[in-house]
């Protein structure tokens, strides 16, 4: 029971992140576009709007590798992997998330915590610019690792017979 409920938490949490990360596709786009008529057009503002798409993009990224792993479009061994069992399959997955994944996201979380959070407290700027928000670049490290560390727990936990999300 105490069971389902944290997966299913982490379930909607995960979702919920991964639906609001779609969202920041389109203004990663339209920056990253702006950035040419800004610099040869308007003459201004361009380098503003390449740093601002450098940390959206960022964000963006540490969401799409946990939403990669829960459409299963992730690059895989399945030609081999289609010969095994559904039951062997799932197996595999589980020793996947807990010997490679969980450990991997945690040393992340605790080796990156002295650089995210210098970072965030100095509020760090871009090197090149000096425009304010490079520490969202270091966020989405944590983010990554914090989310790929949710799903491989919520993998782990998942109850037998329920669909592999």
């Given at each position: 029971m105490i069971r389902s409920r944290i997966v299913s938490s982490l379930d909607r949490?995960?979702?919920?992140?991964?639906?609001l990360g779609g969202l920041l596709a389109l203004p990663v786009v339209l920056l990253l576009f702006l950035?040419?008529?800004l610099r040869d057009l308007v003459r201004a503002y361009?380098?503003?709007a390449n740093d601002l798409g450098q940390w959206l993009f960022a964000l963006y990224v540490a969401?799409?590798?946990?939403?990669?792993?829960r459409a299963q479009t992730h690059l895989a061994t399945d030609v081999v992997a289609s010969r095994y069992s559904p039951r062997t399959r799932a197996r595999l997955a589980r020793a996947g998330a807990l010997i490679g994944v969980l450990p991997w996201a945690l040393?992340?979380?605790i080796a990156g915590k002295s650089i995210v959070v210098s970072s965030v407290l100095g509020r760090e700027a871009f090197p090149d610019t000096a425009n304010p928000g490079y520490f969202m670049?270091?966020?989405a490290l944590w983010l990554l690792a914090g989310l790929m560390a949710a799903q491989a727990i919520?993998?782990?936990?998942?109850?037998?017979?329920?669909?592999?999300?």
């Open positions: 949490l995960i979702a919920g992140v991964v639906s950035q040419w008529p361009s380098r503003e969401i799409a590798v946990t939403a990669a792993t040393f992340v979380l670049v270091k966020i919520r993998d782990l936990l998942a109850v037998r017979g329920r669909s592999e999300t």
